[in-house]
């Protein structure tokens, strides 16, 4: 319906941008309801629901097939068309919010908030770890970080003094056993009402860990970014989304600032760093997918740069999520450019790709667009350069929900 | 929820434009005072248990024209008299990663609430039935005598045969 606007208006250009450089498979699904309905969900910080090593790529996710949120993970062999089967890692009551890291092949490393606090376990071929306390209860929006040079982190935010900051903790991970290296040191000093939330993370090549997530204390959402070497504080924080106060006559600003939410941030294979959030500073359609990048390893993040294209300026975008590899990096999100009027076209999985020239046309993903609902993505790249993809299919907004996944072949090897 | 389809192209652009005027320096967004406010889930138990109507406003920290509608709008006696009296009422941030649970049994942050009903922008406000199905989407910034129209469209039954924006014209 778009197209067929701009066209009437004169304004379709036709594309100048390449091809996709990934030739996508098939999707399978992964978990779907059966003879009870239950809901998937994929709403960590971070949107780390997908990791892959050279050999196999994993997923985490929660849903209900229980009678209450618990957290699973699914396993597959990049040679295997389906996934085996799928374990349920969590323990307690209700548990939320996953997120998993590969720590070598055939281990994995997940995170989750179970019961209010937040909660870790190796996940390995011949079985699950045991369960260990990361953040005492309160404590909720867990990411993770790990590098081919064993280093892993993780962030979480732990609710405090009436606000809620964000710490971190270096991980040791023995065999199955996961636990505190050091202990958890906050990304910045207590203030008055602290509002720090939804962190991401990755390291960088140098071996500093990097770290943007939002902040309310301005009275309204900024994000902000930092870094740390090991065993040390971490940087001064500085704000990576540019500040768009709303303006009235004259010019004159009337508000605080525009909505922000839900960063997300890759390392590619060259050691950039970027980021990617939802951004309403054009506040016509809702959120837009806008980010920034590192060329200095993430000290320092340049001017804002719009991700999506503009076809889909006229709708609002969500789940915004960035991976980076061998090559560069890929976005992904969800919106509803196809029959943005039509309540039954609720939502498509698009992706777009920056290999150093800029973000790509966006590419209305094969298999995950279409009828229904297909979106809440989370994305990352293997070592070999293929993308994987997860998302939530349904039949609409309210439906029952399947899990989704698909790889993304990198053409030419 | 197709009949609103139109008048929410429509409201896009006043949206827009209400969100560029009109606001002092260091607006916030939360719920207006003295306002008995439930939470999503409460309300919507109380709706179903007492058949009324919910009325959810979706807001955002920092949200300018949200603290317009709660200085200029919400704050009439008038209003809020109305409101209270004929609605369940609930506020959503539409950037919280907060928790609710709705009537499917789904749990989800008030941020995919915000998706699942399309808001764009906030404010938006919602009129749901006790059954969840949406009866009135109403997005920006709405004056006293709106909200007050928006009343008397919804308490008399008028949104089966017209939109709001009909509705709001045939009264002038």
């Known amino acids: 319906m778009i197209r067929g606007a701009l066209l009437v208006g004169g304004l379709y250009l036709p594309s100048l941008v390449s091809a996709s450089p990934w030739t996508f498979d ?47 993970v699914a396993v597959k062999p990049h040679s295997g068309k389906s996934f085996p089967r799928t374990d349920q890692v969590s323990d307690g009551a209700e548990a939320y919010e996953p997120a998993i890291t590969t720590i070598g092949e055939h281990r994995w490393l997940a995170a989750w908030e179970q019961d209010g606090a937040v909660v870790a376990r190796v996940i390995a071929a ?11 209860k309160t404590s909720r929006q867990v990411v993770l970080a790990s590098d081919h040079s064993e280093r892993i982190a993780a962030l979480w935010a732990h609710q405090q003094r009436g606000g809620q900051l964000i710490v971190s903790a270096d991980l040791r991970v023995e065999a199955d056993k996961v636990t505190l290296a050091a202990p958890p040191v906050p990304l910045s000093r207590l203030t008055d009402r602290p509002y720090q939330g939804f962190p991401a993370a990755a390291w960088a090549a140098d071996g500093r860990l990097l770290v943007a997530w939002e902040d309310r204390r301005a009275g309204h959402t900024r994000l902000f970014h930092s870094w740390r070497d090991s065993g040390q504080p971490f940087a001064p924080a500085h704000q990576l989304n540019q500040h768009f106060a709303p303006t009235g006559e004259e010019g004159k600003h009337v508000g605080l600032g525009t909505g922000v939410m839900r960063v997300s941030l890759a390392i590619d294979e060259g050691g950039m760093a970027r980021t990617v959030w939802l951004d309403k500073r054009d506040a016509k359609s809702g959120y837009a997918v806008w980010g920034a990048a590192s060329h200095d390893g993430g000290l320092s993040f340049g001017p804002n740069q719009r991700v999506q294209d503009a076809l889909g300026d006229a709708v609002a975008q969500w789940h915004a999520s960035v991976a980076g590899g061998k090559p560069g990096f890929v976005a992904a999100w969800d919106d509803t450019r196809e029959d943005w009027a039509d309540p039954s076209e609720p939502g498509d999985v698009l992706v777009s790709w920056n290999s150093g020239s800029g973000w790509s046309d966006d590419l209305l993903v094969p298999g995950a667009s279409g009828e229904g609902y297909q979106g809440s993505p989370a994305v990352t790249i293997d070592p070999r ?7 939530i299919e349904r039949d609409d907004l309210s439906s029952p929900t399947r899990l989704r996944y698909l790889r993304g072949a990198i053409d030419g090897d | 929820m197709r009949r609103f389809a139109f008048a929410v192209v429509a409201a896009g652009a006043s949206l827009m434009a209400s969100m560029l005027v009109g606001w002092p320096l260091f607006a916030a967004a939360d719920p207006p005072k003295g306002w008995q406010f439930l939470p999503f889930d409460q309300a919507w138990t109380l709706a179903q248990q007492d058949q009324r109507t919910l009325f959810v406003y979706f807001g955002r920290h920092g949200c300018p024209s949200c603290d317009k509608t709660n200085r200029e709008s919400l704050s009439d006696p008038r209003v ?24 499917s049994g789904e749990r989800i942050t008030e941020m995919e609430l915000g998706v699942k009903l399309k808001v764009f922008g906030t404010p938006f406000f919602y009129f749901l039935q006790p059954d969840g199905e949406p009866v009135a989407r109403v997005p920006g910034y709405q004056s006293a005598e709106d909200f007050l129209l928006l009343d008397a469209y919804i308490k008399d039954g008028h949104f089966k045969q017209q939109t709001f924006a009909d509705f709001k014209a045939n009264q002038s």
Not at chain 1, 40 to 47: M, N, P, Q, S
Not at chain 1, 126 to 136: H, I, K, R
Not at chain 1, 385 to 391: A, R
């Open chain 1, 26 to 72: 098939d999707p399978v699904t992964v978990a779907s309801h059966s003879e009870r309905p239950y809901f998937h969900h994929l709403d960590g910080a971070g949107r780390m629901h997908i990791a892959a090593s050279s050999v196999e790529v994993a997923l985490i996710w929660e849903d209900d097939r229980s009678g209450a949120p618990q957290v699973y």
């Open chain 1, 126 to 136: 011949d079985g699950l770890g045991p369960v260990c306390l990361l953040g005492e």
């Open chain 1, 385 to 391: 350069g293929d993308l994987h993809l997860v998302w």
């Open chain 2, 80 to 103: 809020k008299a109305a409101y209270q009296a004929n609605y369940v009422l609930t506020y959503v941030d539409s950037e919280s990663g907060d928790r609710l649970r709705l009537p």
